[in-house]
């Protein structure tokens, strides 16, 4: 196996700590620093993420460059965006003398925070989003993305099990809830499969897992996701309660919500565990219709 990561110029775990150790780096729990230390998790990665010659990815926290040199071996253009300034300015450093001048020619290194990034901010529009998310900050970090960066049609994302778990839940799941819908407004997602603890350094307390998505049509417009987004933080505040109850701030009343209901096609008995990312986006043009029907004033 030696053999094989230096061909491809990937990293070990002494290889890291080496280059943790020239940076006087001490991981940290805030910014989720925990790095992949095993070669073949990095080639899995890759291969499950599907990178292929054509392909510019956009990587979120590339630390010290576990996963940027995999990325590099295969994609046209690697985009990593890390907030820590010590790390971004290491990065190129650690590619140049791993791989061929060629290979080390396709990373731009962006020292930004991601949960803050813009379209506008990328030297080129990515396709691919492959990355090992920081924990604390997976979610939104994603949703935020997939929002602000339309160029982004498929990705392949390391998150907490649990949380990959809820990403990918459907309607009526144990675990469906927020993240699961508003994930389903951008992409069909699935789980990709389990990562162990033991491939980190520092070595993580919670379990991880892979999250593949595919971005599709949103279903309703643009201008409705905020109202859909807002129903469906609603209607999990209070999970237990019917749609009649847990919307009726939202709709207006509770004889508001059986009107939007009926409208959309929902049972307002339904509990909003039930509904798909559908059902809330018919009800959000439903409310929507029935504004404008009201006279100003």
Do not use: C
């Amino acid at each position: 196996m030696a053999a094989t990561a230096k061909a491809d110029g990937l990293l070990s775990a002494p290889d890291i700590r080496a280059i943790a150790a020239a940076l006087d780096l001490r991981p940290t729990k805030k910014r989720g620093q925990n790095f992949l230390v095993d070669p073949n998790t990095v080639r899995r990665l890759v291969r499950l993420a599907a990178i292929g010659p054509d392909d510019v990815v956009l990587e979120v926290g590339p630390g010290i460059g576990s996963l940027t040199l995999g990325l590099l071996g295969a994609a046209r253009q690697v985009l990593a965006v890390e907030v820590d300034p010590a790390l971004a300015r290491a990065l190129p450093a650690t590619v140049g003398a791993r791989l061929p001048a060629q290979a080390a020619a396709r990373l731009s290194v962006l020292a930004a925070d991601a949960l803050r990034l813009r379209a506008a901010d990328l030297p080129t529009p990515p396709g691919v989003l492959a990355a090992n998310l920081p924990y604390n900050i997976a979610v939104p970090l994603l949703l935020g993305l997939l929002e602000r960066v339309p160029s982004l049609a498929r990705g392949l994302v390391m998150v907490q099990a649990e949380v990959a778990e809820r990403l990918t839940a459907p309607p009526g799941g144990r675990v469906y809830g927020v993240p699961s819908v508003k994930l389903a407004w951008y992409a069909r997602a699935h789980l990709a499969g389990p990562v162990p603890r033991s491939v980190f350094w520092p070595v993580p307390n919670v379990d991880s897992g892979l999250v593949a998505f595919t971005r599709r049509p949103a279903p309703g417009p643009a201008e409705l996701r905020g109202d859909v987004f807002a129903a469906v933080d609603a209607a999990f505040a209070q999970r237990r309660k019917t749609l009649r109850v847990a919307l009726a701030r939202w709709a207006g009343s509770p004889a508001a919500v059986d009107e939007l209901a009926a409208a959309a096609g929902v049972d307002p008995t339904a509990r909003g565990e039930t509904l798909d990312v559908a059902a809330y986006t018919r009800l959000a043009t439903a409310r929507a219709a029935a504004r404008q029907g009201q006279p100003e004033g």
